[in-house]
């Protein structure tokens, strides 16, 4: 509702013999009321859009390849399709409940207002440091490519099956444990692989695959599409081949 449109309101209401001064005292603290409700809501908005995203993120990257659909860019797809049909209006419909209930609570106050509106403020930017922390922080190789042993079919090495009995799962996780890597930003990854030495895995574990390019100082995760640089390489990649024979 507009200001105008609040003025002709109180107009009409039965007290019509309330000052000037009263009825704009009563008008400024309606708009106050309704401004400081619309800034919680953007702020609630935008803090639960940023962990709402960052959640299905991690459904995303964690639960994509056993999507029984191929070719891969199908889930992609999906995947954004959900994010604006479900994330978004779930974010703004939490958003606009919890702002309203904050303002019942008396969160509308000026000064419980400032601090939680600092408060708000604060939380993205330190969550997103998290994010960002978390996601380039060092990690061990089988980390990143994470499989259960006792759930593994059995193992594509350069398009060769090989079974579990030949690649026992603990003797490759325990190659993959001595590795230490970093996620690398797209731009630093140089796709001519043609001089390095390496070997492709895939690792079908209750039927879908896990599958990675290892090369001796990098690697590609294939399931999320994540470059990692090796920190204490270079990878043996010939033991797979003399653990093979």
Do not use: C
Not at 6 to 25: F, G, I, R, S, V
Not at 124 to 145: G, N, Q, R
Request: hydrophobic share 40%; net charge neutral; aromatic share 14%.
């Amino acid at each position: 509702m507009s200001k105008d449109k609040l003025e002709k309101m109180l107009e009409t209401m039965p007290q019509t013999n309330l000052a000037p001064e009263k009825k704009k005292e009563m008008l400024d603290s309606i708009m106050q009321h309704r401004e400081k409700s619309k800034g919680l809501y953007v702020i609630f908005f935008i803090l639960l859009l940023m962990v709402n995203s960052y959640l299905y993120y991690l459904l995303y990257r964690n639960l994509a390849h056993f999507a029984p659909w191929h070719p891969h860019y199908i889930v992609d797809i999906i995947y954004v399709l959900l994010f604006f049909i479900i994330v978004i209006p779930v974010s703004a419909f939490l958003s606009e409940k919890l702002a309203i209930y904050s303002v019942k609570k008396g969160l509308g106050k000026d000064r419980y207002f400032k601090i939680f509106t600092t408060v708000m403020i604060m939380v993205p930017i330190l969550l997103f440091a998290f994010m960002v922390f978390h996601d380039y922080k060092e990690k061990d190789l089988d980390d990143v490519i994470r499989f259960n042993t006792a759930e593994v079919d059995y193992y594509m090495i350069n398009d060769e099956k090989v079974t579990g009995e030949t690649l026992h799962g603990k003797v490759l996780k325990d190659f993959l444990s001595q590795y230490r890597v970093k996620k690398m930003k797209d731009r630093e990854w140089d796709s001519d692989v043609s001089k390095e030495k390496g070997f492709r895995i895939t690792i079908y574990s209750n039927g879908k695959p896990i599958s990675a390019n290892i090369y001796e100082n990098r690697l590609q995760f294939k399931n999320s599409g994540e470059y990692y640089t090796v920190l204490n390489g270079p990878i043996d990649v010939e033991w797979v081949e003399e653990y093979l024979e």
